[in-house]
């Protein structure tokens, strides 16, 4: 079974900076999109960015655009989303997500981790 597990998150002021990592584990994939969305207490979960198997394409939502970034190293099938300028409204579990094509719909993406906490505090 495919399995993703995202590292990386963590406690940091406002203004600071944290990068996640997702790699696969147990049987491992390649030729993926990836993709990374986030929920909140209370809040349904909302996409973030993504990321085309070949890296050339990528995809943000508004509300990270200029302050988040998305890259892969396929020769390490990992995928990481530097995260800069933090602010409290960005406080969630962050998950990352495997499929065929990048997309914001979180439908498109049939595999999924466990989730890594980013907490922001002002």
């Known amino acids: 079974q495919v399995q993703l597990v995202e590292s990386g998150g963590g406690l940091v002021q406002a203004g600071g900076s944290l990068r996640l990592s997702c790699a696969p584990s147990?049987?491992?994939?390649?030729?993926?999109?990836r993709g990374w969305f986030r929920q909140a207490p209370g809040k349904e979960r909302e996409f973030v960015a993504a990321i085309s198997w070949g890296g050339g394409s990528t995809l943000y939502a508004d509300s990270v655009k200029g302050r988040f970034t998305i890259s892969r190293d396929n020769a390490k099938n990992t995928v990481y989303l530097q995260m800069n300028s933090l602010k409290p409204e960005d406080t969630a579990v962050y998950y990352c997500?495997?499929?065929?094509?990048?997309?914001?719909?979180?439908?498109?993406?049939?595999?999924w981790g466990q989730g890594t906490q980013v907490t922001v505090s002002s």
């Open positions: 997500a495997a499929g065929g094509m990048s997309s914001k719909l979180s439908t498109q993406y049939p595999y």
């Open positions: 147990g049987r491992t994939f390649s030729g993926d999109a």
